[in-house]
């Protein structure tokens, strides 16, 4: 006993210590020596005592310790609840946020839509205004052309006609002298020349054939026409006509062709001409390339914007935008290539 009393004091092994004074203590009364058993006892009860005041001030720091921690749970809780109170803040003051953008973008595109509605609204009225002055400029033009057209026939053309009569008559009835007699035959043939020429130019203005027959042997008679009374050889080729157009976008396209005809035979020094017209469906296409020394096609666009130089491609532009169809002109010093598309109801 004594032995382990030394080594648990050396160890500070209170529990053992306790036990080893309590049989200590018995012993001692068990011998009779109330003295050493009493100062055992009260060795004991020291060692008990300290080992009870470690325990209460464990629990006591336990105590402590647990009531720190509640106490930082309650406050992490309130600054929970304070932090969810304003993230909820924040949130609804975000979705207040978000709302009120949403809604100005609503307006904004509103007012966009309405305005971009409303300028749309305007070029299409300028368009169709537009088109309204070219359609009402075209149609009188043709109208004129018909006019003269009759004129020249029914009327310069009965007059020269009543004159070469007239002059036939005579000369069997007149003694001319053999160079009088000759101008009098040269007259007779400028006349029918005259008569020829009055006759070709009001058919121009207005073939009676397009009215008849339709564009597709209109055109195939004038480039036929054209390859006679010039050095410039035209091939003609139709696809799909077998049907006939509108009336008044037959002689659009006539007047088209025969415009870009007359530019190549005065400007381009060609030799040859190819015409391609085809019908797809709804859609018309009319191509006329030639082999002359071609042009600068921004020059002529701006000419014909702003002199009477580039009266022919202003003419040609004007007869597409009536047909609200495209233009795609090229031009190099190995010839011009005019290609138009549009489309029939």
Do not use: W
Request: hydrophobic share 35%; proline share 0%; charged share 25%.
């Amino acid at each position: 006993m004594n032995k382990g009393i030394e080594m648990a004091i050396r160890d500070s092994l209170t529990s053992q210590l306790l036990n080893l004074y309590y049989l200590k203590t018995n012993l001692k009364y068990a011998e009779r020596n109330y003295y050493e058993a009493e100062k055992y006892g009260l060795k004991y009860d020291s060692v008990n005592n300290m080992i009870n005041e470690g325990e209460m001030s464990k629990y006591s720091l336990d105590l402590e310790q647990r009531y720190k921690v509640e106490k930082k749970d309650k406050e992490i809780l309130l600054l929970e609840k304070n932090q969810t109170r304003q993230k909820t803040f924040i949130y609804s003051l975000a979705a207040i946020a978000i709302s009120l953008l949403l809604f100005i973008y609503l307006l904004y595109r509103n007012y966009t839509a309405r305005k971009r509605i409303a300028e749309q609204k305007i070029i299409q009225l300028h368009q169709e205004k537009k088109i309204d002055a070219t359609q009402n400029m075209i149609q009188g033009e043709e109208q004129e052309r018909t006019r003269l057209a009759r004129d020249l026939h029914d009327g310069l053309g009965g007059i020269l006609t009543g004159v070469k009569y007239q002059l036939n008559s005579m000369k069997g009835n007149v003694i001319l002298s053999e160079e009088n007699a000759f101008t009098f035959t040269k007259s007779i043939s400028q006349i029918d020349e005259a008569i020829a020429e009055m006759r070709r130019v009001a058919h121009n203005m207005m073939p009676e054939e397009l009215l008849k027959f339709g564009l597709d042997q209109t055109l195939k008679s004038y480039c036929d026409s054209v390859c006679l009374s010039s050095e410039l050889t035209v091939s003609y080729q139709s696809f799909g006509m077998d049907d006939r157009l509108e009336q008044t976008n037959e002689i659009v396209l006539y007047r088209i062709v025969q415009e870009l005809l007359t530019n190549t035979l005065k400007h381009a020094n060609a030799t040859k001409s190819n015409i391609q017209l085809s019908k797809n469906g709804h859609l018309i296409s009319l191509t006329v390339e030639d082999n002359g020394k071609g042009f600068d096609v921004n020059a002529q666009q701006i000419a014909s914007k702003l002199t009477r130089y580039g009266i022919g491609l202003s003419n040609i532009n004007h007869r597409v935008e009536y047909l609200n169809g495209r233009i795609d002109i090229k031009s190099d010093n190995r010839g011009t290539s005019t290609h138009i598309e549009f489309e029939t109801t």
